[in-house]
């Protein structure tokens, strides 16, 4: 009986930390993730202990949506103030070049830890307006150089490494 126990107990331990470390990611960004992710390889940037920290990457009906200005993308925060979420409107979904650039921002937000946005409406990825999201997909390759070299974690690292 009490072998019993003991196997239950580690059984009901171990399934809660393998779901400590599993992120629920949608499919139609998964893609886009993907390919986040092969540029973080090239920049040398580490996103595998981050990424099972987050909850879920997913798109939703619940952001703002109206006639002259939209909520896109965000992420939300735990009570702690760290992210747990990265949240994507449908609307974007219309269009495959505007989702994107809207994932890829929100993306960076987190895993290249921008924690601001670098503009009001520049042309950027990390702008906190487009005007134009077919503009910076037909600079695509400046604009993931931008995004990357510019970010807030690589100017971190960049740093410590001065330091030591």
Not at 48 to 70: E, M, Q
């Amino acid at each position: 009986m009490k072998s019993c126990l003991y196997v239950l107990i580690a059984f009901l331990f171990t399934t809660s930390i393998t779901a400590q470390n599993r992120v629920q990611i949608d499919g139609r960004l998964k893609p886009h993730l993907d390919q986040f992710f092969e540029y973080c390889k090239k920049y040398k940037i580490d996103y595998h202990d981050k990424l099972f920290k987050l909850k879920t990457i997913d798109i939703v009906d619940t952001l703002h949506v109206s006639p002259k200005a939209s909520t896109l993308g965000m992420v939300t925060r735990n009570k702690n103030n760290e992210i747990e979420n990265i949240i994507i409107s449908w609307v974007a979904m219309l269009d495959q070049e505007i989702l994107k650039v809207v994932a890829f921002h929100e993306f960076a937000h987190y895993f290249l830890e921008y924690d601001k946005h670098v503009c009001d409406d520049c042309g950027k990825i990390m702008s906190v307006v487009n005007s134009s999201y077919f503009e910076i997909v037909r600079d695509w390759d400046n604009q993931i150089k931008i995004l990357f070299e510019d970010a807030p974690l690589l100017t971190k690292q960049k740093t410590m490494v001065y330091l030591e």
